[in-house]
């Protein structure tokens, strides 16, 4: 680095070159980043000083709902709820239904920037949120402040971008403030059980703006209840009177994968149904009802035929909202049946009742349970079908360290955004490569929906472990990871930021090096040979960089590592003589496998 005084100045023409770029971040090949600062060494929004042609507004996505209580209820659930957005022009766009919010709840807003003639997604500039006209949040990207790092998921919400969408949070706790925040409201929102008016405004720096506009209401409606029984061979339902509100009936599968039908019933009167059985694969009556002022209730599901309890199977999963724990089992099928959950912890149980949050979902409502040790989730069927999930857990308002098996977790009191439960549990189903040795038994860490602030450290008790380290899973492309690893004599560790499957391997396969020039014991003139090339691969733990060596005729050469080409190239500072020169080479992956090249070549005239 080089920092000019304020007396300094370097004065370049058109056309100079004024230095060589790199390729650190492995994207795209050497780039350029150009910044502008201010006195405080903050990176200040460029667009202040230099204009662009621009006519385009930004794009919005979908809205997300966020429960920020225990007692907060979206549409019927307790659980992140997401509204598609409904584009009306390009300035505009609605959001169809009414929303349903009881309890203190924040916004996300799925967005970003499009510029005239250019091809990628910038990020947007300005943000307001208005609840009756009042101003309930506002960011507006000026400045930055690189102390603020570790604050970037306090804006950007990270259970949603697992799932491919960037959402800025329009809501925020005191401690956790952002310099490009600008509102004296924290943006966390409880309605009363009026009708309120929704507008999320969007700018980019040409002062394009979008807006979206919503309803919401802090009342829930309930589902009707619904019977089915027999008559004259027909299978039936029957509902309560349903007082003007609209009834919506799918025939649904067992299963996730088959789409619903519409089809499939015929009106007898106005709350009785006789429902045409000729699909066997639709065997679930999915139904909710809307109400004159457009609120939907939660959807219901009623089986025509509730599933062999000897055929019951499913996962238990955690789910880790900002202010407690949910509860899912994941049905493979839907059963039919209502199951309870039992959690035991410090020798108390305790029982919840469950809800069907989708049709192959259930789910308890937000719980806070420190020191967990078991969750069952149990049908009351004829047998009693019980699932089990053993698990460990460490609060981060009550411990600082706890052992799982060999595995050791270790928090600091900066480790999170907010108050947090860890949960450890062994993985039994996983696949593993078999060029991979494994060390330990997998363990999940959860949770997966929400950052650690300043990480976790993860350790191992092992002695001498030489070639293995800690991976993580990855579900999507199925393969473990290589994580970074420091390895003491009795002990490896880790710093994670995140939940996931974690797991201790090792291999010994080394790294390989193809298509080198100079080849070994090959002859070249001396104006064809101006630079060493080679490409290398290692599928398991990945190249270390920082193990790299290239000598020619004894001397270390400097080299360009081309991460994302799989390429190696070093520039000769000149001609090599006519005659025999020697070239070594070693490369090494992050478990220390090391590939040794060593030979002549040689330099004609």
Known sequence: DHTLSSSEFIKINKGEIIGYTGDTGSISGPHLHFEIRNENNEPVNPLDHYKIIDSTPPLAKSITIIPLSDKTWIDGIQDYKSFDL????????VIQDTISAVGEF????????EIDNLSFKYGIYKMELLIDNLLMYSIQFDNYNFSEDHLIYSAIDFALLQEGKISHRLFNKEENNLSFMKSSNDGRINLDNNFHNLIINI???????????????????????????????????KTKDLNNNKLFLNMASNYDNIKNSEEGFKKISSNEYEINQSNENFNVIEFYIKNENGIKSNKSFLSINKQNPYNIDGEINIKHLDYGLVIEFFENEHSGYMPKLEIISNDSTYNFSLYRKEKNILSSSI?????????????DTKPEIVFNKKVSTLSSLYQQEINFNDYNFKINNNSFYNELLIVCSEKENYELNNQFSKISKP?????NEIPFKDGLILSYNIENCDNCGFYKYSDKKNKWNYVKTDNNL?????????????????????????????????????????????NFK?????????????????????FNYIDYRNLVTAELDHMLSEGEHTIEISISDKLNNIKNIKGKFLILE
């Open 203 to 237: 700018l980019d720096a040409n002062n394009n703006i979008i807006q979206i506009q919503g309803v919401m209401v802090g009342e829930l409606i309930n589902n009707i209840d619904m019977s089915l029984n027999i008559k004259n061979d027909k299978t039936m339902i």
């Open 106 to 113: 924040g916004i996300a807003v799925e967005t970003y920037d």
């Open 443 to 447: 363990i999940i860490i959860e949770p």
């Open 538 to 558: 290692d599928q398991l733990s990945g190249i270390d960089p920082h193990n790299i060596k290239i000598k020619v005729d004894n001397k270390n050469i400097f």
């Open 490 to 534: 009795k002990k490896i560790s880790t710093k994670i930021n995140g939940g996931g499957t974690f797991c201790i391997l090792s291999e010994s396969e080394k790294p390989i090096i193809s298509n080198l020039k100079p080849r070994i014991n090959s002859k070249y003139k001396k104006q064809d040979l101006k630079s060493i090339k080679f």
């Open 86 to 93: 409904k584009k009306i022009n390009s300035n505009k766009y």
């Open 367 to 379: 719980i806070n349970i420190n020191n967990i040790e078991n969750i069952s989730i149990i049908y």
